[in-house]
């Protein structure tokens, strides 16, 4: 068995305009002052972290590699979230998602879906740069707001939604995997891909393809009453990432899964910082270590209630404490003994 790596930490919900937060050496230090030992990087932030020199110049990547070495710290992976949502997006999502996307591409759904692609694949090849063997991302959404069968369902609407979604994405899966690289879609409402189902019925669409797999996140497992243990029974070979995330449901007489419009805080389903939800994380540490899961344990920071660097602190706390050794030989190896099917026959009382 493999030990997993740990604790990483996702930089997305700490960049910021202030020291120490709006530098990579800034979040580094801070993140290695907190207890981190990996930083998962998103691709969004080019202060941070630049994509475009990062796909072209192994020079450049090998400095980002030595100035995170200097705080003892190594990438988990890197993220393109944003940029994956946008490779598809429905027509009542433009404006809402059409910031995420640079200027010249906005307001044109054609050059900002192909602007999207190049972008993920740009990522294949600055992972493959800096060593890396996963990356984190969504898949986008052309068949989310149908979730809900009312209007009835069509089938060849969502037939056609998975299909042209495959389209897209198999040309970006090819690219990673000619660098070598997994792409790790997030199970996330508001995605197409959002549970196990869904993302069966996307990987039969890409062939099954090898480079097609999970970024596991229970919280968004537990909203939607899912059994996310049985889910690592189900999908652990596919499962190359690992988001720690809490949540918790508090069952209530006016408001349910999808939340009623309400601030986080007042919803039935909400996010927590590690060990103040419901999710059974020493269970979740247990099944990934019974199926070899040797990929990183990195901290997603959404809570409704704590405030961040505290939630950040002790999250790293938090993920060290429940990351197991595993073990090297067996328990009972001191009673073993070694035999032959002769003796093993005697002990039966066969002749």
């Known amino acids: 068995m493999k030990t997993l790596k740990g604790p990483g930490i996702f930089l997305s919900q700490f960049i910021g305009q202030e020291a120490p937060f709006n530098s990579l050496e800034g979040l580094a230090q801070w993140a290695a002052g907190v207890g981190y030992r990996a930083l998962q990087i998103p691709c969004n932030h080019p202060a941070i972290f630049d994509l475009e020199r990062a796909s072209v110049s192994q020079a450049y990547c090998d400095e980002v590699t030595a100035l995170l070495a200097k705080y003892g710290l190594v990438i988990s992976e890197l993220s393109t979230h944003l940029e994956g949502q946008l490779i598809a997006v429905h027509p009542a999502h433009d404006v809402a998602f059409d910031g995420f996307a640079p200027e010249p591409v906005r307001g044109d759904n054609t050059k900002r879906t192909a602007w999207a692609i190049e972008t993920v694949k740009k990522a294949a090849a600055a992972s493959a740069k800096l060593g890396l063997r996963a990356h984190a991302t969504f898949s986008g959404s052309l068949a989310w707001p149908y979730v809900y069968p009312w209007p009835p369902h069509n089938p060849a609407l969502l037939e056609e939604a998975f299909a042209e979604l495959a389209r897209r994405w198999k040309p970006v899966l090819e690219e990673f995997d000619r660098h070598g690289v997994d792409v790790c879609f997030e199970l996330h409402p508001g995605e197409d891909l959002h549970d196990g189902a869904t993302f ?3 990987l039969a669409a890409v062939d099954n ?8 996140d229970p919280s968004h497992l537990l909203l939607q009453h899912i059994d996310y243990l049985a889910f690592i029974d189900i999908y652990h070979t596919r499962i ?3 988001h720690v995330k809490d949540a918790e449901y508090l069952l209530n007489g006016r408001s349910g899964v999808y939340g009623g419009y309400q601030r986080w805080t007042d ?9 103040d939800g419901q999710v059974n994380f020493s269970g979740i540490f247990s099944k990934l270590a019974q199926y070899d899961y040797d ?3 990195v901290l997603e920071w959404e809570c409704c209630l704590k405030e961040s660097e505290t939630g950040a602190r002790e999250g790293a706390e ?10 090297k030989n067996s328990f009972d190896d001191f009673a073993a003994q070694k035999g032959d099917r002769s003796s093993a026959r005697a002990q039966l009382g066969l002749k």
């Open 200 to 202: 069966e019925r996307f």
């Open 318 to 327: 938090f993920i060290q404490r429940h990351i197991i050794p595993v073990a």
């Open 267 to 275: 919803r039935a389903g909400r996010f927590r910082s590690p060990g």
């Open 240 to 242: 190359k990432a690992f």
């Open 295 to 297: 990929g990183w344990a």
């Open 209 to 216: 393809h090898p480079r097609c797999n999970i970024l596991f």
